[in-house]
Nanobody, 115 residues
Framework: QVQLVESGGGLVQAGGSLRVSCAAS????????MGWYRQAPGKQRELVAL???????RYADSVKGRFTISRDNAKNTVYLQMNSLKPEDTAVYYC?????????WGQGTQVTVSS
């Protein structure tokens, strides 16, 4: 099993910045991909950013140029730096990890951007 614990969410004004973190523990040795999804009220969960073990990064079009995903392997932690935040970025942000055919999710952290 893999446990994912997010932190760093909160309330920020439009145009501001926020960084969310996700610490992984458990059977993390074979994790292939880590990243972030988000879910806004009344909407489906959507991809935000993914980072594979070989360094391939994928961003949603809506966050390209504003969000940056990174990973600290020594700390088993993945980060999402969010700049130039918009009210439409308001959502619960979920950490995600994939190991072989298994997917793991964190409990989510709320990010609210006020206009």
């Amino acid at each position: 099993q893999v446990q994912l614990v997010e932190s760093g969410g909160g309330l920020v004004q439009a145009g501001g910045s926020l960084r969310v973190s996700c610490a992984a523990s458990g059977s993390i040795g074979s994790i292939n991909v880590m990243g972030w999804y988000r879910q806004a009220p009344g909407k489906q969960r959507e991809l935000v950013a993914l980072l594979s073990n070989d360094g391939i990064i994928r961003y949603a079009d809506s966050v390209k140029g504003r969000f940056t995903i990174s990973r600290d392997n020594a700390k088993n932690t993945v980060y999402l730096q969010m700049n130039s935040l918009k009210p439409e970025d308001t959502a619960v942000y979920y950490c995600y990890a994939a190991r072989s055919v298994f997917n793991f999710w964190g409990q989510g952290t709320q990010v609210t951007v006020s206009s």
